[in-house]
């Protein structure tokens, strides 16, 4: 049984920094594309950043680049999303992606519940 498990939310000011966790478990990385996504109140689910699977190249959407940093630890099992520079914008909640790339793994796609991130002074 696949679960992801994010941690690491909360309130912080503009300007501050979190570093969201994601902690995996029932799956290998090296089969995954995993990325962090987040949802604003009253808006779509919208990609901010996603880490492919064997080599570990990144690709960030427009809005972070340069402020937000994706990284995993394979041993651990674990994604993160530092989170610098902080915008009242960059408030929502934000969810871990699991999905398939690998052909043993392909078309498989797993969310976790969310962790939320409040930006306000």
């Known amino acids: 049984q696949v679960q992801l498990v994010e941690s690491g939310g909360g309130l912080v000011q503009p300007g501050g920094s979190l570093r969201l966790s994601c902690a995996a478990s029932g799956l290998t990385f090296t089969g995954y594309t995993m990325s962090w996504y987040r949802q604003a109140p009253g808006k779509e689910r919208d990609f901010v950043a996603l880490i492919e699977p064997l080599i570990g190249g990144t690709t960030y959407s427009d809005s972070v680049v340069g402020r937000f940093t994706i990284s995993r630890d394979i041993a651990k099992n674990t994604l993160y999303l530092q989170l610098n520079s902080l915008k009242p914008e960059d408030t929502a909640v934000y969810y871990c992606?699991?999905?398939?790339?690998?052909?043993?793994?392909?078309?498989?796609?797993?969310w976790g519940q969310g962790t939320q991130v409040t930006v306000s002074s």
């Open positions: 992606n699991a999905r398939g790339t690998l052909p043993t793994v392909l078309g498989r796609d797993y």
